[in-house]
T-cell receptor, first 117, second 112 residues
Framework: NAGVTQTPKFQVLKTGQSMTLQCAQD?????MYWYRQDPGMGLRLIYY???????DKGEVPNGYNVSRLNKREFSLRLESAAPSQTSVYFC????????????????FGDGTRLSIL | ELKVEQNPLFLSMQEGKNYTIYCNYSTTSDRLYWYRQDPGKSLESLFV?????AVKQEGRLMASLDTKARLSTLHITAAVHDLSATYFCATYPRGSQGNLIFGKGTKLSVKP
């Protein structure tokens, strides 16, 4: 059971280049999330998708766009990369709502380590 | 706005000792999660605490939740080197459907 799969695992970009990070989950979860993790900052939510066809901003959405392609896939795009976007990016999935399923923890992918020069 | 604060942020322990990590959150919430992260790895769920007074235990780790005090604790009993990792607590603002707020993490190092 693969869980949450992220590609690529590593990437180096030049300032101004664009890139899309891919994420897919096979747990039939309705909700998916993108976080960034910076040293000493914990994880911060960039965007999330509560269900197929919907997306919402999180804490740090500026400079990013997302697409919920279908129930399984949620991509994160950097249109014009900046050095401040150097980070480790995690995708996660879960159910939502005050239900037995919705209270379960989010499941995380292995991360994409992105460096922008 | 919900804020989650963990302390300490760094913890160096000797094997065999006990210690507690604290997680305070600033507004009402009714779900609290603990995760573990090894260096360069993903986050692994440890505990889900869903009600006031909830207590969960797994091996040498025990987590509890006091929703009235807005406090969760992660207690380590007789630490061993394998527990060295960074531990995060996280919670949703009450009524929120997606915005999981994380603490900054506690980096635990257990030394022989």
């Amino acid at each position: 059971n693969a869980g949450v799969t992220q590609t690529p695992k590593f990437q180096v970009l030049k300032t101004g280049q664009s890139m899309t990070l891919q994420c897919a989950q096979d747990m039939n979860h309705n909700s998916m999330y993108w976080y960034r993790q910076d040293p000493g900052m914990g994880l911060r939510l960039i965007y999330y998708s509560a269900s197929e066809g919907t997306t919402d901003k999180g804490e740090v959405p500026n400079g990013y766009n997302v697409s919920r392609l279908n129930k399984r896939e949620f991509s994160l795009r950097l249109e014009s990369a900046a050095p401040s976007q150097t980070s480790v990016y995690f995708c996660a999935s879960s159910e939502l709502g005050q239900t037995r399923a919705g209270n379960q923890p989010q499941h995380f992918g292995d991360g994409t380590r992105l460096s922008i020069l | 706005e919900l804020k989650v604060e963990q302390n300490p942020l760094f913890l160096s322990m000797q094997e065999g000792k006990n210690y507690t990590i604290y997680c305070n959150y600033s507004t009402t919430s009714d779900r609290l999660y603990w995760y573990r992260q090894d260096p360069g790895k993903s986050l692994e769920s440890l505990f889900v605490l869903l009600s006031n007074g909830a207590v969960k235990q797994e091996g040498r780790l025990m987590a509890s939740l006091d929703t009235k005090a807005r406090l969760s604790t992660l207690h380590i009993t007789a630490a061993v080197h394998d527990l060295s990792a960074t531990y995060f607590c996280a919670t949703y603002p009450r009524g929120s459907q997606g915005n999981l707020i994380f603490g900054k993490g506690t980096k635990l190092s257990v030394k022989p």
